[in-house]
């Protein structure tokens, strides 16, 4: 398969586009993609907000305010407001992508070598990326469209600069001030994620040549991992993880 009916075969027919991948893997494209499309997010709600306010909102919100004193919380404000601080905001995608991508895969080849079966890390990168763009696409999308018809104010910025505006899970039935542990827990259960692990599932099935069980144990234990550190750092901050 070319890159572009790789790229929508992914959407349509998932079974076969692995197949193709495993034959030939690659995810340089997919991961450019998932860092556009974070960028690109990230950069409309910038503009769409003041960003400085937004800063402001998320120290003097923040748990650990309690324990600054008004010097300190300024301090911690101006620093966090330093063009160098913004625009590392503004470039994290292009940092972050291609980390979560390089650990992903090398995650899903462990898993393989596990259940008694072999994979590539380039195979096991492409069933990373390609698992995640779908729901990345979608969901940016969504996102975008929710900024322009409702621009959230800054107390909203930045939990939405960490987890979107678009929120299909049921940790929108808690507190995010007051319930951040259930927000995180609950939060884990969103439908674009859901999305991501059936595409998993199928991508390490077809590539790795691995059962539908073994394929579905190596997604079903990563995500776990997942919601339990997010829980976790959760606890620690005492706020809310996407």
């Known amino acids: 398969m070319s890159t572009p009916e790789t790229l929508t075969g992914i959407f349509f027919e998932p079974g076969r ?83 979560f991508l390089a650990l992903g895969g090398l995650i899903y080849m462990l898993g393989t070598v596990v259940m008694g079966k072999k994979i590539g890390y380039k195979q096991a990168v492409s069933v990373w990326a390609y698992s995640g763009l779908p729901p990345a696409i979608l969901g940016t999308l ?19 600069a960490r987890g979107g505006l678009v929120h299909a899970n049921l940790g929108i039935l808690f507190d995010r001030a007051t319930q951040p542990l259930l927000v995180t827990l609950f939060g884990a259960l969103d439908l674009f994620s859901i999305y991501g692990l059936v595409l998993a599932a199928i991508g390490l099935r077809k590539v790795g040549r691995l059962s539908t069980g073994a394929a579905w144990t190596i997604v079903i234990a990563v995500w776990l991992v997942g919601v339990l550190f997010r829980v976790g750092i959760a606890a620690l901050t005492k706020q809310a993880i996407g």
């Open 17 to 99: 586009t692995f197949e193709a991948l495993r034959a030939r893997p690659r995810f340089l494209v997919a991961g450019v993609i998932l860092a556009v499309a974070l960028l690109v997010f990230t950069t409309l709600l910038f503009q769409k907000v003041d960003y400085d306010q937004m800063v402001r909102q998320a120290v003097e919100s923040s748990p650990q305010a309690e324990q600054m004193s008004p010097e300190q919380r300024e301090a911690a404000i101006s620093m966090q407001t330093k063009p160098v601080f913004k625009a590392l905001n503004y470039v994290s995608p292009l940092i972050g992508v291609p980390i």
């Open 142 to 160: 969504a996102n975008l469209i929710l900024l322009f018809v409702r621009p959230p104010d800054a107390a909203d910025a930045a939990a939405a």
